[in-house]
């Protein structure tokens, strides 16, 4: 397995246009994070998945968001109506937490790099 | 809420010095993790501390936790340049029914630059 893939790698839009990204993790990861990370700060968590369900969403996360990881394999991250402070990079995260041989390590992705413009 | 400060922001350091970075974060936890980042790379995970008086070593790099004070840190014995990067403490806080689902609060970041 080649780690934590992400699609596309960068994205650039026009403000209030949808953009939707895909994140495959690891294989055999029960577990998908998706973060957002802004210049010169630290990844901010969006949302949580434990197979398909989600469970839990930041307050960061407005309406215009929404993840889904049907079939608990893949996930996408959907935003609508694009802002410029939408701008940002955004991190999909995968781990095998509460699995026996789990190291309670979350992989990291790529990154997809949005712009709005 | 949670918050997780790091100290310093920046570093500059000469190859072969020692220099410790700081991570303090406000609430109870027994779950800390330091990533590195590289100018437009992903995060790459470095040590995961998962109890009290935890001591990771990597390479030129050691990472400790103390819960009791609410600190981690991260020592670096003679750096070389090749340890240019971010490096990013995080801690899991658990909900409060006492579950840990690795929801992540990152600190700001220490920029580290190593000088010849």
């Known amino acids: 397995d080649t780690g934590v893939s992400q699609n596309p790698r960068h994205k650039i839009t026009k403000r209030g246009q949808n953009v939707t990204f895909r994140c495959d993790p690891i294989?055999?990861?029960?577990?998908l994070y998706w973060y957002r990370q802004t210049l010169g700060q630290g990844p901010e968590f969006l949302t949580y998945f434990q197979n398909e369900a989600q469970l839990e969403k930041s307050r960061l996360l407005s309406d215009r968001f929404s993840a889904e990881r049907p079939k608990g394999s893949f996930s996408t991250l959907e935003i609508q109506r694009t802002e410029q402070g939408d701008s940002a990079m955004y991190l999909c995260?995968?781990?095998?937490?509460?699995?026996?041989?789990?190291?309670?390590?979350?992989?990291f992705g790529p990154g997809t790099r949005l712009t709005v413009l | 809420e949670l918050k997780v400060e790091q100290n310093p922001l920046f570093l500059s350091m000469q190859e072969g010095k020692n220099y410790t970075i700081y991570c303090n974060y406000s609430?109870?936890?027994?779950?800390l993790y330091w990533y590195r980042q590289d100018p437009g790379k992903s995060l790459e995970s470095l040590f995961v501390?998962?109890?009290?008086?935890a001591v990771k070593q990597e390479g030129r790099l050691m990472a400790s936790l103390d819960t009791k004070a609410r600190l981690s840190t991260l020592h670096i014995t003679a750096a070389v340049h090749d340890l240019s990067a971010t490096y990013f403490c995080a801690v899991d806080l658990p909900n409060a029914g006492g579950t840990s689902y690795g929801k992540l609060t990152f600190g700001q970041g220490t920029i580290l630059t190593v000088h010849p």
């Open positions: 501390l998962l109890s009290n008086g």
């Open positions: 294989s055999e990861h029960n577990r």
């Open positions: 995260a995968s781990s095998p937490r509460g699995k026996a041989w789990s190291t309670d390590t979350q992989y």
């Open positions: 609430t109870t936890s027994d779950r």
